[in-house]
C-alpha cells in the first residue's frame, strides 16, 4: 500500500511543527513530527483500525483517522492508497476539519 499525503495534510504537519518549534523546541517538534509520521506502520499493518470520521460524511467519501498523541489523522482508502487528507488536534473544533481541499 502507498501512501500519499495531500499538500493540505503537508501543510497541516507544517502548521503543527512550526508551532511547537515556536512554543517549545525544535527537539519537541521533531518528536511530534515523528510521532505523527509513525501511523503509516498501523495504517498498512491494519489498514481499517482507524474509526470512521462522522463530521465528513458530506463530502461522499469513507474518511476515517487514527490517533497519534493529541492530532487526528484523517485518511481515507483509495485503492491500493492510503490518502492523509489532514492532521487534526483533537482538541480543537471538529467542524474545523471540513475543508475543500481534502
Not at 487514527?66 to 484523517?74: C, F, M
Request: charged residues 30%; proline residues 2%.
Amino acid at each position: 500500500m502507498e501512501i500519499i499525503w495531500t499538500d493540505f495534510a503537508i501543510e497541516n504537519l507544517k502548521i503543527i511543527f512550526d508551532f511547537y518549534s515556536a512554543k517549545a523546541s525544535k527537539k519537541v517538534a521533531h518528536n511530534i513530527r515523528k510521532q505523527i509520521l509513525k501511523t503509516k506502520k498501523q495504517l498498512i499493518s491494519h489498514p481499517d483500525s482507524g474509526q470512521t470520521v462522522l463530521h465528513l460524511e458530506k463530502l461522499e467519501k469513507d474518511y476515517r483517522y487514527v490517533l497519534s498523541g493529541n492530532y487526528k489523522i484523517i485518511y481515507r482508502i483509495n485503492d491500493a492508497q492510503f490518502i492523509i487528507s489532514g492532521v487534526f488536534d483533537a482538541r480543537q473544533n471538529p467542524d474545523k476539519m471540513v475543508n475543500e481541499k481534502r
